[in-house]
């Protein structure tokens, strides 16, 4: 039977609340909203916090909203609210291609973007499709609010650069005009991590790219942003010889590894025929805006 260590528990009533708990129980301490990540990692001694701050009840890190140019989205927001909001999906497709294929509606009921982030998985959903979107996270402590890029926020596998008292709050995303975005995976079984995920976003200028965004899932962390797939997508006009070569690029940045879930080559094949079929939809989108 998988049976967490003993450990203290403290519902916080406010943000501050929170950040004040995990400041004075510093790197024992340990965020828990929707568990589903946390909890199996301690079950198997993965993970050992002495204090968990259960941030349930803080409403006011639980909205999607549009404001200055921006899509704001609290920590707090759950798989489900994002699949079923409508801002969401007019401005950032990706998200509702992404949310229907994540885990299961147990998961995607509790589970939250906050959560997602931090945990930096590299086979993760919401990490990809963050990094298309080239987020902005907003990181809080007792000092107040800083600014991170998503690129900065995610350090290496399960590492990201929230320190010890400090909390993840909210995820800024920039509205763009004629922009688009999709996401395509590729998993054994419905609800499944990847075996290879894809994110991109595409903004078009006239008949030109002007801007492209590329996140992996489940390929290795070096590869995750496929800056040169990006570089040579831009300034090009959109076609399949163009998003082709984007494919070639971002298969050959990556690190895959053979496992359960297939073989390296196998996972760079994906990434090609992924990446240029995520670039050509989200091409398709931004043309018709």
């Not at 831009?234 to 998003?243: H, I, N």
Request: aromatic share 4%; glycine share 10%.
């Amino acid at each position: 039977m998988q049976v967490p260590a003993a450990f203290e528990y403290e519902r916080a009533t406010s943000v501050g609340h929170a950040i004040g708990l995990l400041s004075r129980f510093g790197a024992d301490a340990r965020v828990i909203a929707g568990g589903h990540s946390l909890l199996p990692m301690m079950k198997l001694r993965l993970a050992r916090p002495e204090f968990l701050v259960d941030i349930n009840d803080l409403a006011d890190l639980d909205f999607i909203r549009a404001r200055n140019g921006t899509l704001a989205i609290g920590a707090l927001t759950r798989h489900r609210s994002l699949l079923e909001s409508e801002l969401v999906g007019r401005l950032f497709p990706i998200f509702h291609d992404a949310e229907r294929v994540i885990a299961d509606p147990i998961v995607r009921n509790r589970g939250t973007i906050g959560g997602s982030l931090c945990q930096a998985d590299p086979s993760e959903d919401l990490s990809a499709v963050c990094t298309a979107l080239e987020a902005t996270c907003i990181i809080e402590s007792l000092d107040g609010p800083r600014e991170v890029t998503i690129e900065d926020f995610h350090r290496g596998p399960y590492e990201t650069d929230v320190g010890v008292g400090e909390m993840l709050t909210e995820i800024r995303i920039p509205v763009r005009p004629r922009t688009a975005s999709a996401y395509h995976k590729v998993d054994r079984k419905a609800g499944d991590w990847a075996v290879v995920a894809v994110g991109t976003q595409v903004t078009m200028d006239g008949d030109r790219i002007g801007d492209v965004g590329i996140g992996l899932a489940a390929v290795g962390f070096d590869g995750l942003h496929a800056q040169a797939a990006r570089q040579a997508v831009r300034g090009r006009p959109p076609s399949d010889e163009v998003f082709a070569a984007a494919g070639r690029l971002a298969a050959e940045g990556c690190t895959p590894v053979t496992d359960g879930r297939g073989s390296a080559e196998y996972k760079r094949h994906l990434v090609r025929e992924l990446t240029a079929r995520g670039l050509r939809l989200a091409a398709e989108r931004a043309s018709v805006l």
